[in-house]
């Protein structure tokens, strides 16, 4: 099975209210990774949190990770409707090379208009 | 930069064809790798390279399936013979060194074999 599941499968949301999706894997990690896939298209890079960073921002994006819990959570803040996309965590297992990682199913966010 | 480039975008063949979809990665990035995505699996990772030289191929399904990295800008994965349940989108993606920026993902390639 992933190593990355993300909670929920589907969220659908009105524009400008706030998105939060969790993940949560079963091995120790290095870092955790979110991504973002638009219909149709690969996946883009959205941050990367390490194994002792609890808490990261990017833009609209906050971050969480709770390494005790082995969960994350991405939030995503005044939604707009082009955030619509489906998004991914993927963790690295604890390699300490820069090759495995693996991916989570994912959440299909719709951002209503 | 033009990002990772995949071709062709869909191909559609008939089964027991052979396929070769091919990848162009970030000039720089010393690792390739290529996943598979459908809806039942997810996103799996088949083989990835680093400096040219395959690392890991344990998520290769069968011995149909194989990929090359010749050189630094060019890998190709080959399925022969094709079956029905190849179906997927096929996903290249590349990386410098680390993590920190993520894996750079190419457009895809859709394939269907009927």
């Known amino acids: 099975s992933q190593q990355g599941e993300e909670d929920p499968q589907a969220l659908s949301i009105q524009e400008g209210e706030n998105a939060t999706m969790n993940c949560s894997y079963k091995?120790?990690?290095?870092?955790l990774q979110w991504y973002r896939q638009n219909s149709g298209r690969g996946l883009v890079h959205l941050i990367l949190i390490r194994s002792n960073e609890r808490e990261k921002h990017s833009g609209r994006l906050r971050v969480t990770l709770d390494t005790s819990k082995k969960s994350s959570s991405l939030l995503i803040t005044a939604s707009r409707a082009a955030d619509t996309a489906s998004y991914f965590c993927?963790?690295?297992?604890?390699?300490?090379?820069?090759?495995?990682?693996?991916f989570g199913d994912g959440t299909t966010l719709t951002v209503k208009p | 930069d033009a990002g990772v480039i995949q071709s062709p975008r869909h191909e559609v063949t008939e089964m027991g064809q052979e396929v070769t979809l091919r990848c162009k990665p970030i000039s720089g990035h010393d690792y390739l790798f290529w996943y598979r995505q459908t809806m039942m699996r997810g996103l799996e990772l088949l083989i990835y390279f680093n400096n040219n030289v395959p690392i890991d191929d344990s998520g290769m399904p069968e011995d149909r399936f194989s990929a090359k990295m010749p050189n630094a800008s060019f890998s190709t994965l080959k399925i022969q013979p094709s079956e029905p349940r190849d179906s997927a989108v096929y996903f290249c993606a590349s990386l410098r060194g680390t993590l920190n920026y993520g894996y750079t993902f190419g457009s895809g390639t859709r394939l269907t074999v009927v």
């Open positions: 091995t120790s990690i290095n870092n």
């Open positions: 993927a963790t690295d297992g604890g390699n300490t090379n820069a090759g495995k990682s693996t």
